[in-house]
């Protein structure tokens, strides 16, 4: 009797991909290490990520449609926006973070 109530009661968790798509999106800083706007990506070495488990790192990302690094240059620190969209995280902002200069 308990297993066929606990199959009517209905289910307040919502699935883990739902729960992960309503965080939201993430922000990190970095520093430019290249840029490929032909590619519409950009290489940047990140801080930590807390709300993503992750190390600080370097990496690629993918940019979002309409998402321009225009003004940005190599060594620039920066400040980003991250969504999860198709199983990877993808830049939807990035912005030259205040007071920051290109740096070799």
Known sequence: MKAS???MT??????????????GPVT???????????MNMVNLQHEPIPDLGWPGMTMDF??????????????????????????SYLIT????ASGTEAKP
């Open 5 to 7: 109530l606990t199959r």
């Open 10 to 23: 209905p289910r307040d968790e919502k699935p883990a991909e739902e729960t992960r798509m309503e965080k």
């Open 28 to 38: 990190g800083s970095g520093i430019v290490r290249s840029l490929m706007p032909d």
């Open 62 to 87: 993918r940019l979002a449609e309409g998402v321009s690094v225009e003004g940005l240059q190599e060594g620039d620190g920066v400040t980003f926006r991250l969504e999860e969209r198709d199983g």
């Open 93 to 96: 902002g990035i912005e030259k």
